[in-house]
């Protein structure tokens, strides 16, 4: 029994599953994600919270450029999250870094009708910051 290929356009089958074209990704463009678990007014708030320009650039360096072994192990590169960034008796809440392989797309929408006119891939985030739990001290 001789197996043929799909017709152009038609999907192909194997055990009448239809397969799903190949999409490159993009190797260049990595991102890290950072889970905030507050509802922000605004992005400068959030980034303010986490400790500014500086401490996310720092830990965008580590994660990305940085040789050092010991620096990529996930339980050394850590945010911070101060919900009062201007008070200096309140407690950081440490974010837990973790690896990942999620994809950021990028999406066209129509204006007119407001249906999505195409998909690209933008990128691979490689690692999330998350803030579960929270230290009390009683």
Do not use: W
């Amino acid at each position: 029994m001789a197996s043929r290929a799909a017709a152009p356009g038609q999907p192909s089958k194997a055990n009448d599953l239809a397969l799903a074209d190949a999409i490159s990704i993009p190797s260049d463009n990595r991102f890290i994600s950072i889970e905030h678990p507050a509802i922000l007014s605004s992005i400068e708030a959030g980034v303010r919270t986490l400790g500014g320009d500086a401490a996310l650039n720092k830990v965008h360096h580590l994660c990305f450029y940085s040789k050092v072994q010991a620096v990529n192990d996930p339980s050394n590169v850590q945010l911070e999250l101060r919900y009062r960034p201007d008070d200096p008796y309140e407690h950081p809440i440490a974010s837990q870094s973790l690896p990942v392989q999620n994809l950021v797309l990028k999406l066209t929408k129509s204006k007119e009708h407001g249906t999505i006119q195409s998909v690209e891939v933008a990128g691979v985030v490689d690692k999330v910051f998350r803030f579960r739990g929270t230290d009390f001290v009683s």
